[in-house]
């Protein structure tokens, strides 16, 4: 292998890499399972290969085999092989018993401070164009049927989503995660008594001898899922990837600048300057920090995504019901923990006109920013 860098996996598996791309090298052949774009499915192979896309572009199909043929032959790999290619080779190896997980990061998302210790996450292709993309490979030191090996697959796809809707990432982040990951579950191969060029070629796997009999496959399968979990949560810790109460007002469509706008139209006796207007956004930021803000705030974001995707059975919020008054209750809350009784009274101004942005959002939403909105007001006037 002329690739910079090997790290060993499981017994003779070892993983090649540069900046370039990546090698999964097995002597002795993996059967996989894999939605690869080169091949998916089943295949009994030497080499997985993951390569970035300004290394090998699948936009001209003609030249894609010999490109990667081209490739192999200047880093010195040799044999059969799956293939996928991917945007950046940025990896994390998970190991937990017979059991390894590669974790492949394409990530355009950076956390940037913003004030204090708030932070926002942005990208230079901005959210239209961004990706989060995790490609997983789980290695499985066993040997396996095909039959069960796609049965772990589909357990590991159905984790992996399951992982990543209990994130309740925000919307524009949701939106750009997993748009071109992949996942690949690898076995060893039975013992049989194959050449190197029966692996490689027309065997049919379906006729070789298997035996599952004894694998517990209940233990292998709940194994096999919190492996893949772990090894995501790890890699969004190591890509530094968390999110917060900003990131939840972009993707509810909410700017500082429109806070700050709704907030000047209820101000009277004063003069509405550019003093003022930063006054308020220091104090906002400043409230924004508060941890018991933080959780009033996050509370109703939270309960009005499940209520306006009926996700519980017993509400509907679509008329608004004049009966809901815990939207008051948080926003009042929110209010008060700023700046005391009167922002409480403040909070009622905001209710009641929506000034701004307040008109625009939903039923939990516009009294919760109404009565944040309130509170910085009141408490810049108490500081003036």
């Given amino acids: 292998m002329k690739l910079d860098k090997k790290n ?18 097995n002597p002795d052949f993996f059967l996989t399972f894999s939605d690869f774009n080169i091949s998916d499915g089943i295949d009994i192979i ?24 081209k490739f192999m032959a200047s880093n010195n790999i040799e044999g059969s092989y799956i293939f996928h290619n991917f945007d950046n080779i940025e990896y994390f190896v998970n190991t937990y018993g017979d059991i390894s997980v590669v974790t492949v990061v394409n990530n355009d998302v950076e956390i940037g401070d913003f004030y204090g210790n708030l932070k926002v996450a942005n990208s230079k292709k901005g959210f239209m164009d961004a990706k989060i993309d995790f490609g997983q490979i789980v290695i499985i030191n066993k040997a396996l049927s095909p039959k069960l090996l796609i049965k772990l697959h589909t357990v590991a796809v159905k984790e992996r989503v399951r992982f990543f809707d209990s994130l309740n990432l925000p919307l524009h982040i949701d939106n750009i995660v997993g748009t071109d990951d992949f996942l690949v579950l690898a076995s060893n191969m039975p013992k049989n008594d194959l050449d190197d060029d029966e692996k490689q070629f027309g065997v049919d796997i379906t006729q070789m001898t298997y035996d599952d009999s004894e694998i517990d496959l209940d233990e292998l399968l709940e194994r096999v899922q919190d492996a893949v979990s772990i090894a995501l949560e790890d890699a969004f810790k190591k890509v530094g990837l968390s999110f917060g109460i900003l990131d939840y007002f972009v993707a509810e469509g909410i700017q500082i600048s429109d806070l700050t706008d709704a907030a000047m139209e209820l101000v009277e006796g004063v003069d509405i300057t550019d003093e003022l207007r930063e006054k308020f956004e220091i104090q906002l930021y400043k409230s924004l920090e508060d941890i018991n803000v933080i959780a009033l705030l996050m509370a109703a974001i939270r309960t009005e995504y499940d209520f306006e995707n009926n996700l519980v059975r017993e509400v ?9 008054y815990t939207d008051e ?5 929110i209010a008060n923990q700023i700046a005391g009784t009167k922002a409480r009274f403040n909070f009622v101004r905001y209710d009641q006109a929506k000034p701004g942005i307040l008109y625009g959002l939903g039923p939990m939403l516009d009294d919760i920013i109404g009565g944040l909105i309130a509170g910085v007001m009141s408490k810049i006037f108490e500081e003036s």
């Fill in 8 to 25: 060993k996996i499981q017994d003779n598996i070892q993983l090649y890499h540069d900046k370039n791309g990546l090698n999964i090298y």
């Fill in 329 to 333: 209750v948080l926003g009042l809350s």
């Fill in 46 to 69: 030497e080499n997985i290969l993951i390569l970035k896309n300004d290394v090998i572009s699948l936009k001209n199909t003609d030249k894609v085999f010999e490109s990667i043929e």
């Fill in 316 to 324: 509907d919020i679509s008329d608004d019901p004049a009966y809901l």
